[in-house]
């Protein structure tokens, strides 16, 4: 059997040993095997503490248990029995071998939950026609991207509450501002004014 599915993974048992060699079979009968078909399939990361992470949706998630239940399912469609030892050997020998998280994401770019917009080029690519696994954060803004969204409801909001020539745009700057990782203004944002006058409409936008 060349494939096992486990949980949201299908994991590949008939894979290129060295590139540009014809796929074959490899068996899960050593750590080192295992740790091969499961890292050809699911691409891992781990954090400073050694927990472990896997990419999905074009952002690296915490494992919960995922990845023990890919190992029990690639051993048992290969009926090879499992043991504590065994998994704890095959769990050191990966986080030795994939690499680490990055502390914070990178400046130039907002990772969406369709793909990833590149702020210097103006530039969209989705996670489904491109490959962004290594880019190694668990951070993603949960909204998709859309160049030709409109949002005139939003407009009027914003004109009314900072009528001031550039107020509007200022808004939308600081929203923009913080879906970035981009700290080098060293500002803070303080709204004033009365009551009832948007600053809560403003902030529960910001969170939605």
Same mark, same amino acid.
């Given at each position: 059997?060349?494939?096992?599915?486990?949980?949201?993974?299908?994991?590949?048992?008939? +894979?290129?040993?060295?590139?540009?060699?014809?796929?074959?079979?490899?068996?899960?009968?050593?750590?080192?095997?295992?740790?091969?078909?499961?890292?050809?399939? +699911?691409?891992?990361?781990?954090?400073?503490?050694?927990?472990?992470?896997?990419?999905?949706?074009?952002?690296?998630?915490?494992?919960?248990?995922?990845?023990?239940?890919?190992?029990?399912?690639?051993?048992?469609?290969?009926?090879?029995?499992?043991?504590?030892?065994?998994?704890?050997?095959?769990?050191?020998?990966?986080?030795?071998?994939?690499?680490?998280?990055?502390?914070?994401?990178?400046?130039?770019?907002?990772?969406?939950?369709?793909?990833?917009?590149?702020?210097?080029?103006?530039?969209?690519?989705?996670?489904?026609?491109?490959?962004?696994?290594?880019?190694?954060?668990?951070?993603?803004?949960?909204?998709?991207?859309?160049?030709?969204?409109?949002?005139?409801?939003?407009?009027?909001?914003?004109?009314?509450?900072?009528?001031?020539?550039?107020?509007?745009?200022?808004?939308?700057?600081?929203?923009?501002?913080?879906?970035?990782?981009?700290?080098?203004?060293?500002?803070?944002?303080?709204?004033?004014?009365?009551?009832?006058?948007?600053?809560?409409?403003?902030?529960?936008?910001?969170?939605?």
């Amino acid at each position: 059997m060349s494939k096992v599915w486990c949980d949201r993974f299908l994991l590949e048992t008939e +894979i290129p040993v060295e590139v540009g060699y014809k796929p074959e079979k490899v068996i899960p009968n050593t750590t080192e095997n295992v740790y091969k078909i499961m890292n050809y399939s +699911i691409n891992f990361a781990r954090d400073k503490s050694n927990n472990l992470y896997f990419y999905d949706g074009g952002v690296y998630r915490l494992d919960n248990k995922e990845v023990f239940r890919c190992y029990c399912a690639l051993l048992a469609k290969n009926d090879r029995g499992f043991t504590n030892a065994r998994y704890r050997d095959f769990e050191i020998f990966l986080l030795g071998h994939i690499s680490e998280l990055l502390e914070k994401p990178l400046e130039d770019r907002i990772n969406f939950r369709n793909g990833i917009y590149y702020i210097l080029d103006e530039r969209f690519e989705l996670h489904s026609e491109v490959d962004h696994s290594g880019y190694k954060t668990t951070i993603q803004i949960p909204i998709n991207y859309n160049s030709d969204a409109i949002c005139p409801n939003i407009d009027t909001f914003f004109n009314e509450v900072f009528p001031l020539p550039g107020g509007a745009e200022l808004l939308y700057d600081i929203i923009g501002i913080c879906m970035t990782s981009v700290t080098s203004q060293a500002k803070a944002v303080v709204l004033l004014g009365d009551g009832s006058n948007g600053k809560s409409s403003f902030l529960y936008g910001d969170r939605k």
